[in-house]
C-alpha cells in the first residue's frame, strides 16, 4: 500500500496569513493526488485535484503543487470558514489511501 | 443539484451483519462509478470499496475483503454496502462518494455519512 504522510498534524495561523500543508508518499504517484476540506461533523469535500487542479466553486486562495512523492496544498490568504481538517489522497494505485490529516484552526 | 443519501446505519453486535444505503440523485447515476469512504470517531479518512458503472469491477480494502460486499442498482439510483462478520474496528461513519474517473480519479461529491457502531 502507498503510505500517506502530511505534515504538520495541526497548525494555528491568523486570518490573511499563509498556510502550507505537505504530503509526501512511500513512492511516486505522478500527479494522482486530491485535497479535502473537512469541517466537524461534515462530509469532505475536494478542494484540488490532480495534485494542481482547482475544483470547480473552490475559491483561488487554494492552491496545490507537486508531483512524483512530495506535494503542497497552499492558502494564500487564510480566511475564517477555512478551518477545519484537510486530507490529501492518492488515487494512483488500489488501495486509495488518504494522509492523516492537518487541523488548521484559526488564531 | 447532486445529492447522495446515506441510511442503515445503527448498532450491532460483533459478528452481526448491516446493510448501507445510499441514495443519489442530481446526475446520471448509471455513468459513474461510486466509493465507500469510511471514519473511525475522531480519526482519519479509509477508503473501504469501489464499484464499476456496471459492476463488472469491484475493489475493496483489505480489511473488508470477504466480508463486506458493494453493489449497485442503477434503476433505482442507489449504492449499497453488505456488511458482514462486523468488527469492532468496522465503528466508523460511512460515506458513499461519487467518482470522477479517467486521467484523474477523484471523489467529487460524499453523503452526509451513516454512523455503524459495532459493540456488545
Known amino acids: 500500500d502507498i503510505q500517506m504522510t502530511q505534515s504538520p498534524s495541526s497548525l494555528s495561523t491568523s486570518v490573511g496569513g499563509r498556510v502550507t500543508i505537505t504530503c509526501r508518499t512511500s513512492?511516486?504517484?505522478?500527479?494522482?493526488l486530491n485535497w479535502y476540506q473537512q469541517k466537524p461533523g461534515k462530509a469532505p469535500e475536494l478542494l484540488i485535484y490532480a495534485a494542481s487542479t482547482l475544483q470547480s466553486g473552490v475559491p483561488s486562495r487554494f492552491s496545490g503543487s507537486g508531483s512524483g512523492t512530495d506535494f503542497t496544498l497552499t492558502i494564500s490568504s487564510l480566511q475564517p470558514e477555512d478551518f477545519g481538517t484537510y486530507y490529501c489522497?492518492?488515487?494512483?494505485?488500489?488501495?486509495?489511501?488518504f494522509g492523516q490529516g492537518t487541523k488548521v484552526e484559526i488564531k | 443539484e447532486v445529492q447522495l443519501v446515506e441510511s442503515g446505519g445503527g448498532l450491532v453486535q460483533p459478528g452481526g451483519s448491516l446493510r448501507l444505503s445510499c441514495a443519489a440523485s442530481?446526475?446520471?447515476?448509471?455513468?459513474?462509478?461510486m466509493s465507500w469512504v469510511r471514519q473511525a470517531p475522531g480519526k482519519g479518512l479509509e477508503w473501504v470499496a469501489n464499484i464499476k458503472q456496471d459492476e463488472s469491477e469491484k475493489y475493496y480494502v483489505d480489511s473488508v475483503k470477504g466480508r463486506f460486499t458493494i453493489s449497485r442498482d442503477n434503476a433505482k439510483n442507489s449504492l449499497c454496502l453488505q456488511m458482514n462478520s462486523l468488527r469492532a474496528e468496522d465503528t466508523a461513519v460511512y460515506y458513499c462518494?461519487?467518482?470522477?474517473?479517467?486521467?484523474?480519479?477523484?471523489?467529487?461529491?460524499w453523503g452526509q455519512g451513516t454512523l455503524v457502531t459495532v459493540s456488545s
Open positions: 462518494a461519487r467518482v470522477i474517473g479517467g486521467s484523474s480519479w477523484r471523489h467529487d461529491y
Open positions: 442530481g446526475f446520471s447515476f448509471s455513468s459513474y462509478w
Open positions: 513512492q511516486s504517484i505522478s500527479s494522482y
Open positions: 489522497q492518492q488515487t494512483y494505485d488500489l488501495p486509495w489511501t
